[in-house]
């Protein structure tokens, strides 16, 4: 999987294979089990990098007490964006193939060392991803990210349909190829979505690997936290179709009416979403909505809304589909 000039008698490389980034910002209370699970991986020819974001909460202090020969902390000259600093971490880091593992996210063994396989496995990989657990603030087990099917080596053409609604991969499941990664000219600058905009790109530029195996915890907040974020959320995704989207039509024209039914799928879910914000916020969501898609079934969806008689039922519709998916899900694995 790599050579003995890349590693050093200590188990240390001097080019890593891989490079867990940890990219922090006053999330002390996640921080150690992030950096535990990180070091805690069974594969000789690895390094974890930290990117101190300029806390305030006592990250610092507990930086200062590590020491591991496998560990760089750096810290950027000004406090960053989300994916800016991501990037950052990325640019200190020098594995052939590299994770982001958010701060309060956690790695499960194996991780490492298998997602590498997979990608000296598939040498057209631009990366490769594995199923993963999803647990809420406290820690609780509350849902599992997984394909039907098992795993798999696609095309980017193949599998990018997928990735037109969403990221379609969880970040913290995800192992990047350092060169692909590279040509496609890394993480942007996105306050949210800098995940999503980076894998439409590097499927363009390669193949995708899944592995089945559990090998990552992500961890997802309550809606208050994302409620906070609701209207930048719109905004990056209206970012997405008329920025990064069109590349994607570009290189695959027939994908174009893929793309089309993908903004109104999007829309419509924040057109429903919409009416449960303040009537303030309401305005500013609507026409962010409309620029991404202005049909007149969004637009009805939206006027439904801002009457805000039928939210609660079109919000329950939409629970009771993602739980009737991980229901189907669980039957499946479990048979």
Not at 182 to 197: E, I, K, N, P, T
Not at 255 to 262: F, P, Q
Request: aromatic share 10%.
């Amino acid at each position: 999987m790599f050579s003995e000039s890349e590693s050093s008698a200590g188990g240390v490389a001097d080019r890593p294979m891989v490079s867990i980034c940890i990219p922090t910002y006053n999330q002390v209370e996640f921080l150690p089990a992030a950096v535990e699970s990180a070091l805690a991986q069974d594969f000789p020819a690895l390094e974890v990098v930290i990117s101190e974001n300029l806390s305030t909460d006592g990250t610092a202090a507990y930086l200062a007490g590590l020491r591991d020969p496998r560990l760089r902390i750096v810290t950027p000259q000004r406090h960053l964006t989300m994916s800016d600093n991501w990037r950052f971490c990325v640019d200190q880091s020098r594995g052939h193939y590299f994770a982001i593992l958010s701060s309060d996210d956690i790695l499960l063994p194996g991780f490492a060392k298998k997602l590498a396989a997979a990608l000296e496995a598939h040498p057209d990989a631009a990366f490769v991803y594995c199923a993963l657990q999803t647990i809420n603030e406290h820690g609780d087990l509350i849902g599992v990210v997984r394909h039907v099917g098992g795993g798999f080596f696609r095309q980017g053409k193949e599998d990018v349909k997928r990735f037109l609604v969403g990221p379609g991969a969880p970040l913290p499941g995800i192992l990047f190829v350092r060169k692909a990664y590279d040509a496609v000219g890394g993480f942007r600058s996105w306050s949210m979505l800098g995940d999503w905009d980076v894998l439409l790109r590097l499927l363009q530029f390669g193949g995708v690997a899944y592995d089945d195996e559990i090998l990552a915890q992500y961890r997802r907040w309550s809606n208050a936290e994302r409620d906070n974020r609701f209207l930048t959320h719109i905004e990056e995704s209206c970012r997405i179709y008329e920025e990064t989207m069109v590349d994607v039509v570009q290189r695959w024209p027939k994908l174009a009416g893929a793309v089309l039914r993908a903004r109104s799928t999007k829309a419509r879910s924040f057109a429903i979403a919409a009416g449960s914000r303040p009537k303030s916020e309401f305005r500013d969501a609507a026409r962010l909505v409309r620029k991404i898609d202005n049909s007149a079934r969004v637009r009805t969806l939206l006027w439904l809304s801002g009457i805000r008689w039928p939210v609660p039922l079109m919000r329950a519709s939409l629970w009771a589909e993602s739980a009737l998916r991980q229901t189907i899900k669980k039957l499946l694995y479990a048979s």
